[in-house]
Nanobody, 125 residues
Framework: QVRLVESGGGLVQAGGSLRLSCVAS????????MAWFRQAPGMKREFVAG????????YYSDSAKDRFTISRDSAKKTLFLQMNGLKPEDTAEYYC??????????????????WGPGTQVTVSS
């Protein structure tokens, strides 16, 4: 069992930056993949960025590549998503997710077993 809680969302103007955080508790993070997903109203939940907790693999969606950076602080069991150059189309609820896996890359939401409650990101034009 892994409990996840996100923070760092908010309202920002287009071109601005935000850093999301996700604290993991109540579980071991060995052999864990963690990822960020987002969901806009009326849309499917979509993959944004992911990484193996051991740091050997990081990967991004095409929309996040070159603007967002996923990272983690192992000692604090915290996952981050640094978002730069934000666009109005980035507006969504952002979710942290985790699952046990030895795969190199996981972008399919149903493969993740644990989810945080989400944090809202709103980008104004």
């Amino acid at each position: 069992q892994v409990r996840l809680v996100e923070s760092g969302g908010g309202l920002v103007q287009a071109g601005g930056s935000l850093r999301l955080s996700c604290v993991a508790s109540e579980g071991s993070l060995s052999n864990v993949h963690m990822a960020w997903f987002r969901q806009a109203p009326g849309m499917k939940r979509e993959f944004v960025a992911g990484m193996r907790w051991d740091g050997t693999s990081t990967y991004y969606s095409d929309s996040a590549k070159d603007r967002f950076t996923i990272s983690r602080d192992s000692a604090k069991k915290t996952l981050f998503l640094q978002m730069n150059g934000l666009k109005p189309e980035d507006t969504a609820e952002y979710y942290c997710a985790a699952t046990y896996s030895t795969a190199e890359k996981i972008t399919y939401a149903p493969m993740f077993h644990w989810w945080g409650p989400g944090t809202q990101v709103t980008v104004s034009s």
